[in-house]
């Protein structure tokens, strides 16, 4: 039984430069078509998953009839969750959504300080991300993410004080906040590489200004770009943490489940026609082995800020280099579990590497 569903709307009003997922702008007449077309690759599963993700894109750029409709084809889960782009939420929006049963929502604020907003090419400003919350909260939206971002061209140490502030002024139940990957090659970095490595070295200082100010707040550091209030984890993404099987669906989406992942292909039209056929959607297999499977499980599972069940994964450990990063205090291992500690945790991704054989 698959846990865990993902739903992928590729539709976006502009494709932000530093953006590397699986999106399409213009495209209107083909929403639609498109949503018939997800809800038939669901008809092939039925799965009863715990939770659900309808994500993006942007998914709250769906016509409300058409968001509508997508939601009441869906089963009933435990946690349903939808990202929105501030600019996209309306009342009617918002009314949509809780009438679907969504009750939590992703909002992609990414900074409340214009100039930044404007690096990133985000079309809603601090005005319209302040107002999306409120519209949301007074609809009874009951879970609340605000996605942020640091590491932006430009962003000062001053900027990210700010935009904590402001964004804790608008007591989310969760934050998610990214230290900015920008991909080579992208017209992202050929416009502002020059910066971002001018101010790579002031990344680890502000991740320390990000946790410590959350912390103090009284979010959670749960995950390591993850806050939240008690009780609103984000039971959707602590799947994948987990190394939960789960079933994506859309064009690009990504499946795990057992030794097998599989990707649907990248491209929306011979997806909306495969389905409109009445076939499964064009994608590839990639058979897994037990060995990476449990490379993701360690590499995911030591992100939590909890101990990681060692069945099963012991022959995938370096038994030297974990006695050496105890000892250097980066993690403690115990009989049956491992765990980063403070410290390690902000070197997460070397003490990972380290420790894989």
Avoid at 7 to 30: I, K, M, Q
Avoid at 338 to 354: C, I, K, Q, T
């Amino acid at each position: 039984m698959v846990e865990h569903l993902y739903l992928h709307v590729p539709f976006c009003a502009h494709r932000c430069g530093y953006c590397d997922f699986v999106t399409v702008t213009g495209n209107e007449h083909l929403q639609e078509r498109y949503v018939d077309a997800l809800i038939a690759e669901l008809e092939r599963y039925r799965p009863q998953p715990a939770t659900i993700f309808v994500g993006g894109g942007t998914p709250s750029l769906l016509p409300d009839r058409l968001l509508a409709r997508l939601l009441s084809a869906l089963p009933a889960c435990g946690e349903l969750t939808v990202e929105c782009n501030p600019e996209t939420v309306t009342p009617d929006k918002a009314r949509v959504l809780v009438e679907g049963g969504v009750g939590r929502v992703s909002l992609g604020a990414q900074s409340f300080r214009p100039h930044l907003l404007e690096t990133l090419e985000r079309l809603a400003r601090p005005a319209a991300i302040r107002a999306a919350v409120a519209t949301l909260r007074a609809e009874g939206v009951q879970s609340l993410n605000l996605d942020l971002i640091f590491g932006v061209p430009g962003q000062s140490g001053g900027d990210l004080r700010h935009d904590l502030r402001d964004a804790l002024a608008l007591e989310p139940d969760h934050i998610s906040y990214y230290e900015l990957e920008a991909k080579p090659g992208t017209r992202f970095t050929h416009a502002h590489g020059a910066e971002l490595e001018r101010q790579a070295g002031a990344l680890e200082d502000h991740y320390e200004t990000v946790v410590a100010t959350l912390r103090s707040a009284g979010y959670r550091w749960y995950e390591t770009a993850n806050f939240c209030l008690p009780g609103h984890e984000a039971r959707h993404n602590l799947g994948y943490w987990q190394g939960r099987d789960y079933l994506g669906l859309g064009v690009g989406a990504v499946s795990t489940i057992g030794l097998e992942r599989r990707r649907n292909r990248p491209a929306l039209r011979p997806y909306v026609e495969a389905l409109e056929a009445g076939h499964a959607p064009p994608s590839q297999v990639e058979p897994l082995s037990v060995e990476e499977r449990g490379s993701e499980r360690v590499m995911l599972g030591l992100r939590l800020d909890r101990p990681l069940p060692l069945a099963g994964l012991e022959p995938l450990l370096d038994g030297r280099a974990l006695r050496r990063l105890e000892v250097a205090g980066l993690l403690a291992v115990c009989d049956d579990s491992v765990a980063l500690s403070e410290r390690g945790r902000f070197m997460a991704n070397d003490v990972v590497s380290s420790i894989l054989r």
